[in-house]
């Protein structure tokens, strides 16, 4: 993982690791980059009379979902309980055998059998349990197992199961408790600090012998004996996920405690490696032993090296820590600082004597912030899924879980720990579980957002909304014109003058910051950890609203060479651009409030291929760009602009014409499709996602142009410098450059040239405007591409991994 161990004394660590449980004030002075391995509170599941308290008061109020605890009694408080139980037992001619553990013992010290309990001392602290005296066995011993669960946040709460583990073995045979045998430990204990004391533990390294085992070996040993190996799996997990629930009030409670300032939803600064230990009854259910705050991580055999390293190492990847988190929070506190200097983004409070417009609009003003406020999270959040999704490792998330009516008990139970351990002490947490915007999805709370920008308009008396690049207010409006005549907005490219300066100059711009970040990494600067994660979301919201989320690696547009057919239904440019024209029918033309441009003769729907017949001699050539004249460029321009209109996007899965018929429906029907096509570009994407749809384009576009104009190095060429403008002006401020070529309203991406000192031919000009339609239709496919794969605009299918 390339860390450097520092010195024990040294304060600026990345990462702390503590054999011991971490004072709160400790927690309390970590910079918000450190990482330590303890949460505070979570003595309260992993202390035994801890454990056994909490679990208690659960099973009051969740008799049936917390049935896997054997029952205990804390001693000395609940001496005459058991007595009174063990009475009962007798009166029904029960008996019963009891294991006796200290209450914060550890590695089998103190653990033994009894079976009259009148013997035990009523004043001594330790806990008493029923013994399960019927337990699943491998080749007559009893085992219990040792699984790894990694917590790596309690706000909100996030749980990793290792797919992997530790099974221990007794070493001696079973057999049912009786007076003769209550002492032989070896047998009823399974405890590793115990039994390898013993001359049986077999230390074998082959995978199917010895004392120790691994949980990877047990799993296939349950497939091949028929068990159900998902049901166990499945009842592992709740298990683990119930049993930490029990824990979140405690957790989250001392957590906040320890970092007040910091905001919900925020890089935890605690993470924790728990051991939990379960033993398996003769039915294969689960019953939870304890919980070790502290596993051991030593290894004495060659399978404890092998299952701990694992363990260890996906966690720390898992943690995203990178050697760049001090640098990023010196700035962070830095414009923290700043923020607070000026007074920026804090709410002024209202003199008692403002009128009710005045309080309308505080009150409007707060509840914007607090959508922003919420959305920022729900960015991070994805973010931080992201991360975790591409370096899972050998973990797999439990909680939260994938499945929703999994998700929505263990909610139910959260709520009801919330309200068994809290019980008012804590009313601000409450609150905050019962907050409807924690639910919410990312569309919803844009959809909120925008309604608080119209309830705005009204407050302030405007007609209309301000033209303009806001992320959602240039969204096109629903055309109310009849089908067949409907304008085309895509025609009446606007120029805003407001932000002709900014735009001109972003190329420049752009260049300088792939310059300067080229020079930082040549330099090679040492690290001590390696930086190879996945970009992070600021959470400021304080300009207008970004996009964050998932978007596919690519959709390449592949093409299959048939003949040219008819006209296309593609408009092109050839008409003036402000001109509306009638629909002749949505299976011949198709020009709408969200049509690609003016119209255009339909060229053959040929799917470009990336690789043609030609492109293989391409680097073969000589650079031909200074030889030929402006004749032969413009008629390569020319063959450039036929190639252009050429070009479909593919929907994978999909046949020309059934593409063709989905982008119709996007169309025909862009009042509803309208508010999800612009929550995905302009607010799930982030710029990186963004730049990745219009790669599609420029990838293909790139190659075509090496194919025309037989130039290896397309970057010289005068076309392509205008392509490129084109593409970085469609990313400016966060893809609206390309939204605002879905309206009527904003700036047009043509401004680029009005002030530029390069000059583009008409020719030129209209193969900006087909490559611009190119862009569109391929965040049309992508959307619906995805939205389609899952169900939701969120997610991908795993195929897209798939670069091609």
Known sequence: MDFIKARDDDETANLIWNDSAVQHEKIAELRNYQRINHFPGMGEICRKDCLARNMSKMIKCQPQEYSFIPKTW???AEYTQLQNYVKELRRKRKQKTFIVKPSNGAMGHGIWLIRNCEKLPAQEHFIVQEYLDKPFLMEGYKFDLRIYILVTSCDPLRIFLYNDGLVRMGTEKYHAPSEANLSQLYMHLTNYSVNKHNENFERDETVDKGSKRSISWFTQFLRCNDYDVAKFWGDISELVVKTLIVAEPHVLHAYRMCRPGQPPGSDSVCFEVLGFDIILDHKLKPWLLEINRAPSFATDQKID??????????????LNIRASDKKRNLAQQKAEAQRRLYGHGSMKKLPAASSDWEKQRHTLERRREELKEQLAQVRKQFSREQHEKQHLGNYRRIYPPDDKLLLE??????SAAFQTFLAGRAASLQKEMNNPLKRMKEEDILDLLEQCELDDEKLMGKSSRQRGPKSLSAMPECSQTPRRQRPDYLADFTSCSSVDNSCSSSDEEMGE?????GSQEKRGEKKPFKNNTAPSVSPTLSGPIRRSISCPRSIASLSSPSEVRALSSRPSPMVPMATPFIRPGSAMLRSHSLSRSGYAPRVPHTYFN?????QTNIMQGDSLIHLRSKEQEADLVHQTLAALTAMRIRFPGKTEEEAEAVLDEILDNWKYHKPKVASYWLVKLDSTKQRKVLDIVRTNVRLALQRIWREP??????????????FNRLLWSHGQGLWNCFSNTGSSWETIFSKS?????????????????????????????????RGSLSGLSPEWDDTR
Do not use: M, W
């Not at 910051?513 to 970040?517: A, H, L, P, S, V």
């Not at 990336?610 to 030609?614: A, E, H, K, V």
């Not at 000192?757 to 049309?780: G, M, T, Y």
């Open 757 to 789: 000192s390069e000059v583009a031919s008409p020719q030129e000009l209209q193969c900006c405007r087909r490559l611009v339609q190119l862009c569109r239709d391929c965040l049309l496919v992508v959307y619906k591409f995805v939205s389609e794969s």
């Open 713 to 726: 190095d397309v970057e010289s060429l005068h076309l392509y410098r205008l392509f490129n403008r084109v």
């Open 513 to 517: 910051r792939r310059k300067t970040e």
């Open 610 to 614: 990336i690789f043609t017949n030609s």
């Open 74 to 76: 804390i001693f000395p």
């Open 409 to 414: 008990k263990y909610e139910s139970l959260l």
């Open 305 to 318: 090296y092998d299952v701990k390293k694992g363990a260890l190492l996906n966690a720390l990847k898992l």
